[in-house]
């Protein structure tokens, strides 16, 4: 079944007469074209019966043929008024819309408001649950992009390991690991690279600087690959020079509970029980009040997406999920430690895509 079908069966099943798509994601997701429209309004209106179409800036219009989409693309001039092409090509398909299904977390409230003037009487629905469900399980075309990006973001940290030495800059290597990867086939990094070091590790989202490594230090790595549209995400932490016995503390008791974490992956599992077996282990060595956040998230065309691995989710794990598995101590103002790996749902386990080796790496 196509991505644009299970839309239209949607529309069909809950009685909605269109739904307009704006998130880039999802559009890729749904035509394979892939844009940043920055401040230009580029969307894909599915109905239930009628013609699908995208509109775009004009310039993109070649582009979106180009990946094969078969059906209408409208593109608008920066002079035109785009929401007068998107009224009349749905009113020359539909002329009596009265429900819409929306992203509602994506459509801005200008745009919404937009919609409301020259759609008076319309009513709208939320598209965003059905759209995150209609990704959650990926197909093995899906897979083999996922794996691929996955062995880019294992270059990308051995790339980065072999550029440590004491006096040089997080920037510094940051530079040299995405200079390696876009030659090796990377199209981007699926989010700006994290690379910290000494006390910045204690930051689960700290931002690299001008700060010089030095011995004793530990380096964390967290950073991902986009490959022909799918993103990874890695989180590896190394030694520049031998660690403190707390560092080798925090850092075993981090590996220890990624691992119990894996071995409860497979079909059945609630998220929630992935996100406890971490939890706990972290707890049980006193260190419970320095892990903030859940275990992990959905991994596929977005670098976070459905399921979300708190331990409040109740949601059975399911063969062909992607998710991260990324457990972390961060004590303030001393250290901090993650590792993370991207894990497949497999008919009887977990399938690690990330194969990066975890066994602590002390760099002389």
């Not at 093995?140 to 973001?153: G, P």
């Not at 040299?176 to 006390?199: C, H, N, P």
């Not at 689960?204 to 030095?214: D, F, L, T, W, Y």
Request: proline share 4%; with cysteine; charged share 30%.
């Amino acid at each position: 079944m196509s991505n644009i079908k299970k839309v239209q069966d949607f529309l069909v099943t809950h009685a909605i007469d269109a739904a307009l798509i704006t998130n880039p994601d999802n559009i890729y997701y749904l035509t394979n074209f892939r844009s940043d429209p920055h401040e230009r309004l580029l969307g894909v209106v599915v109905f239930k019966e009628e013609e699908p179409f995208i509109i775009c800036p004009a310039m993109e219009v070649a582009d979106v043929k180009a990946v094969g989409w078969s059906h209408e693309a409208i593109g608008y001039k920066d002079t035109d008024n785009a929401f007068e092409f998107l009224e009349r090509a749905i009113m020359k398909r539909l002329p009596e819309l009265t429900l819409l299904a929306i992203e509602k977390e994506h459509l801005t409230v200008d745009r919404f408001e937009i919609l409301q003037e020259r759609f008076p009487a319309l009513q709208f629905a939320k598209l965003d649950r059905e759209l995150a469900n209609n990704r959650l399980i990926k197909d093995e075309t899906e897979l083999d992009c996922l794996r691929k990006a996955a062995e880019l973001a294992d270059y990308a940290i051995e790339v980065g390991c072999n550029e440590i030495v004491e006096g040089k800059t997080e920037l510094e290597i940051v530079q040299a690991i995405e200079q390696a990867v876009k030659r090796k086939g990377a199209e981007k990094m699926s989010f700006d690279t994290i690379l910290v070091s000494g006390k910045k590790t204690a930051s689960p989202h700290g931002i690299p600087g001008h700060r010089a490594i030095e011995k004793g230090d530990f380096i964390l790595f967290d950073l991902g690959v986009v490959y022909k549209g799918y993103c990874s995400d890695i989180t590896r932490t190394v030694a520049l020079g031998e660690p403190t016995d707390e560092m080798r503390k925090i850092y075993e008791t981090v590996k220890k509970a990624q691992q119990a974490a894996i071995d409860v992956v497979r079909p059945g599992t609630l998220a929630k029980e992935v996100d406890l077996a971490a939890r706990t282990v972290i707890e049980e060595a006193g260190y419970g009040e320095l892990f903030p956040h859940r275990i992990g998230h959905g991994l596929g065309i977005s670098v976070h997406e459905y399921p979300s691995l708190t331990d409040q989710n109740e949601m059975p794990l399911e063969e062909g999920m992607v998710f991260t598995i990324e457990p972390g101590i961060y004590y303030p103002n001393i250290t901090g430690v993650r590792i993370e790996d991207d894990i497949v749902v497999t008919k009887d386990g977990a399938e690690v895509l990330t194969k990066f080796p975890k066994d602590l790496r002390i760099i002389q």
